[in-house]
T-cell receptor, first 113, second 111 residues
Framework: DTEVTQTPKHLVMGMTNKKSLKCEQHMGHRAMYWYKQKAKKPPELMFVYSYEKLSINESVPSRFSPECPNSSLLNLHLHALQPEDSALYLC????????????FGPGTRLTVL | QKEVEQDPGPLSVPEGAIVSLNCTYSNSAFQYFMWYRQYSRKGPELLMYTYSSGNKEDGRFTAQVDKSSKYISLFIRDSQPSDSATYLCAMSGGSNYKLTFGKGTLLTVNP
């Protein structure tokens, strides 16, 4: 089963709201990633978790806060977002961080009003 | 010079055509090469994964890597309308395992 699931599929939020995106994989992968993708652009890496520890933070603003509760789950907590944060947020996983074969979820389409 | 160059297209072909998609890169440390297919408003789907130079075939898809020329290709034989999507090349290697993506090529296969 090479599936990464993400919830919700769509999210609309105001600039003062707090919301969370969720990601789950059951492939036994030990590295999980958050990406942001704007229309007609490739995915941009935001965070990497390796063995449930934050490994890479690509200088993402603090209004995005990742969390890895266990090896199968990855959350992205959102607070005080800006309209320019509207994008497709993608979760991915790989066997380990050193394994480049990354499997992506379907994404959450976020709109910030 | 960008690390990975990919012609964004759009590329439009008739059903049954052979499609050739390409990326060039400048970082000689890249050793792992991937092709992703992304349908509109969906997540990228890993199509092909190759290490170093050579060819890899999977059904109608063939990936080629020429490290000496820093050039990778994806060939799609007998293209189908369901192949209509954006194709992203991605690569990594060296001490930084971060994926570097091309901009993606939008392909339309017309029935």
């Amino acid at each position: 089963d090479t599936e990464v699931t993400q919830t919700p599929k769509h999210l609309v939020m105001g600039m003062t709201n707090k919301k969370s995106l969720k990601c789950e994989q059951h492939m036994g992968h030990r590295a999980m990633y958050w990406y942001k993708q704007k229309a007609k652009k490739p995915p941009e890496l935001m965070f990497v978790y390796s063995y449930e520890k934050l490994s890479i933070n690509e200088s993402v603003p603090s209004r995005f806060s990742p969390e890895c509760p266990n090896s199968s789950l990855l959350n992205l907590h959102l607070h005080a977002l800006q309209p320019e944060d509207s994008a497709l947020y993608l979760c991915a996983s790989s066997q380990q961080q050193a394994y480049n074969e990354q499997f992506f979820g379907p994404g959450t389409r976020l709109t910030v009003l | 010079q960008k690390e990975v160059e990919q012609d964004p297209g759009p590329l439009s072909v008739p059903e049954g055509a052979i499609v050739s998609l390409n990326c060039t890169y400048s970082n000689s440390a890249f050793q792992y090469f991937m092709w992703y297919r992304q349908y509109s408003r969906k997540g990228p789907e890993l199509l092909m994964y190759t290490y170093s130079s050579g060819n890899k075939e999977d059904g109608r898809f063939t990936a080629q890597v020429d490290k000496s020329s820093k050039y990778i290709s994806l060939f799609i034989r007998d293209s189908q309308p369901s192949d209509s999507a954006t194709y992203l090349c991605a690569m990594s290697g060296g001490s930084n395992y971060k994926l570097t993506f091309g901009k993606g090529t939008l392909l339309t296969v017309n029935p």
